[in-house]
């Protein structure tokens, strides 16, 4: 199976980004909404991350999108500005094919080429059905920086969030852009 196509995520992907995301929302526990947003809403968040400045890619083979992964600021204050939040996305098909660790490592190229210093990945469930995040992670050099405890609730059952970090470029080794 050849590698996917990484590029830069344009409005037109917006309909099978929804497509992905839903499943996600609907089967899951990657996301902790409860009822997946409409295409309005995902372009709405897709142009708040261009508008921030932060990338949005999407992974394809054979023009079919595959998944996508963007990041976004980790907390709104400005001591946090070095620091992003990644999020990964993967169509149930493409799954463990390789295309979120393709997605992972080009987000933190692109991230540590605009200055971040910091990258979070929040990891819902990331002791039960979202092993397979916390793995993608760990393959990538993140490690654990913590675990809280049943803090959602979805699919009937109580949920942990796991936090694991990366740093990108220079890391703490200077201080942020301004």
């Known amino acids: 199976m050849t590698k996917p196509a990484i590029r830069p995520a344009v409005a037109a992907d917006i309909p099978a980004i929804a497509e992905i995301y839903a499943h996600a929302v609907l089967h899951g526990t ?7 947003p409409d ?15 932060y990338p949005y890619l999407a992974a394809e083979r054979d023009g079919v999108l595959l998944g996508y992964a963007y990041a976004g600021a980790y907390r709104p204050r ?11 996305y ?16 080009a987000l933190m190229q692109d991230c540590a080429a605009r200055g971040f210093r910091q990258m979070i990945a929040v990891i819902g469930d990331g002791t039960g059905a979202s092993v397979g995040s916390r793995r993608l ?3 990538a050099g993140f490690r654990l920086i913590g675990v809280a405890e049943k803090v959602g609730f979805k699919h009937g059952r109580w949920l942990d969030q796991m936090l694991m970090q990366k740093e990108l470029g220079e890391g703490d080794g200077t201080p942020p852009m301004p």
């Open 90 to 105: 993967i169509a149930p098909g493409a799954q463990g094919s390789g295309v979120g660790s393709a997605l992972l490592g």
């Open 39 to 53: 295409e309005a809403e995902m372009l709405r968040r897709f142009e708040a991350v261009l508008a921030g400045g």
């Open 137 to 139: 992670h760990e393959r």
């Open 30 to 36: 990657a996301s902790w909404e409860i009822a997946p």
């Open 78 to 88: 400005p001591a946090y500005r070095a620091t992003v939040e990644n999020s990964i």
